[in-house]
Every structure is written in structure tokens, then in C-alpha cells.
């Protein structure tokens, strides 16, 4: 069965850099993209990234140039860093397996995406 | 595009049934996934595809595509499904994922 266990700094001053770390467990990360959500207090999921085995990596447009999504093979575990934060980077950050298949359809093909596997989430808190 | 669109919140009398929906012009290309969220705990998945359910997921949990709207179906609502859903996709580009607003869940 595969787990996910995530960790790091909760608590960070405006214009520091969040840095978060989640190991795999029960899978190699050599399949399946690995990916991180947030969730500012009282509201919605919000996708941050994602990055597959061969280190390609998808951000959302907005946070683009403050994230980087790295992979450490060697220790399967994979890390996100947000540089200059601000407050409205508080938020309980989720580590997550999303996964890409592909199933015979009907007309065809159907492309199935979802993410199983959710770390128990990270409180940051950005305040000065 | 780059919304999922779900109403805020529905209620549903214990036992009766419940159809939650999620609007986007990228759920006529991806199918949507569903994850249930309680109070303090991470999500969970609970739909996902066309109608697949995980392991320990009870049956009544369906889901459901028609052109771009996405529904998940709570059939016989317990005291424990009150949560909040949210549906998830591939944007149309296929490069980034989307997030419903979340629907709140109230079981009477």
C-alpha cells in the first residue's frame, strides 16, 4: 500500500522560502506524477504542481516563477519550494500521487486522472 | 479553459440521495475525480474515471459525465458522507490540474 509522509518548516517570515519534502512509501517513484495542493484557511484545494520520473515538471501559471518541484530518486521522495512568500501563501500544503491512464473507452480511448494518495498536510504560516 | 464550477453547498435528508455537480469546458476532454474532505483530515479519493470507486469506498458513490458537466451521486446519504466534495481535472491543455470550488455536503 502505498503512504506519503510530508514535512518541513510551518512557520516562515514574508519574502522567506517554504520548503516542503515528501517521501514514498510501498512504490518506487519511477510511475505516476507526484504532485502538491494547498489549502488557505476556510478555502478550496488549489493545484500547485506536479513532476514525473524524468524530472518534467507542470506549475500552475500564477506560481510559476516562485515554484520549484524537484525529485531525489535515490531517497524516493520528492520536495516543493515557494520563494518570497507572503501571507497569502498560508495554507495547509498537501503532498499527493496523481496518476495517468489510459483505459479502453467506448469511442475509443478515455484518459483517466486523479490523485489517490494524500499526505496528512503541512500548516505553513507566513507572518511577520 | 480554467474553472470547475460546483454549487456551495446542498443538504439531503439521511437515507435520501444526492447529485453534486462540477461544470467545465475541460471535462468534455478529461473525465473529473471526486474527493470527499472532513473537517481537519485530507481529502480523500472517491471517484474517479468514468465511474471507478477505490478500495473501501462504499457503493453508494457514482459518478457520472454528460458533455461538460461531471456528477457524483450519494444514494442513500449517511451521517458520515457530510463533507465537503470537490471534483478535480486535467485543464484543456492537459498540462495542470483544475479544482472544483468544493460543494458542502449537510446530511439532515
Not at chain 2, 33 to 55: D, E, F, H, T
Amino acid at each position: 500500500q502505498v503512504q506519503v509522509q510530508q514535512w518541513g518548516a510551518g512557520l516562515l517570515k514574508p519574502s522567506e522560502t517554504l520548503s516542503l519534502t515528501c517521501a514514498v512509501y510501498g512504490e518506487s517513484l519511477r510511475g505516476d506524477y507526484w504532485t502538491w495542493i494547498r489549502q488557505p484557511p476556510g478555502k478550496g484545494l488549489e493545484w500547485i504542481g506536479e513532476i514525473n520520473q524524468s524530472g518534467s515538471t507542470n506549475q500552475k501559471p500564477s506560481l510559476k516563477s516562485r515554484v520549484t518541484i524537484s525529485v531525489d530518486m535515490s531517497k524516493n521522495q520528492f520536495s516543493l519550494k515557494l520563494n518570497s512568500v507572503t501571507a497569502a501563501d498560508t495554507a495547509v500544503y498537501y503532498c499527493a500521487r496523481g496518476v495517468s491512464v489510459v483505459v479502453p473507452g467506448v469511442m475509443g480511448l478515455d484518459y483517466y486522472h486523479y490523485m489517490d494518495v494524500w499526505g496528512k498536510g503541512t500548516t505553513v504560516t507566513v507572518s511577520s | 479553459s480554467s474553472e470547475l464550477t460546483q454549487d456551495p453547498a446542498v443538504s439531503v435528508a439521511l437515507g435520501q440521495t444526492v447529485t453534486i455537480t462540477c461544470q467545465g469546458d475541460s471535462l468534455r476532454r478529461y473525465f473529473a475525480s471526486w474527493n470527499q474532505q472532513k473537517p481537519g483530515q485530507a481529502p480523500i479519493l472517491v471517484i474517479y474515471g468514468k465511474n471507478n470507486r477505490p478500495s473501501g469506498i462504499p457503493d453508494r458513490f457514482s459518478g457520472s459525465t454528460s458533455g461538460n458537466t461531471a456528477s457524483l451521486t450519494i444514494t442513500g446519504a449517511q451521517a458520515e458522507d457530510e463533507a465537503d466534495y470537490y471534483c478535480n481535472c486535467r485543464d484543456t491543455s492537459g498540462n495542470q490540474y483544475l479544482f472544483g470550488s468544493g460543494t458542502k455536503v449537510t446530511v439532515l
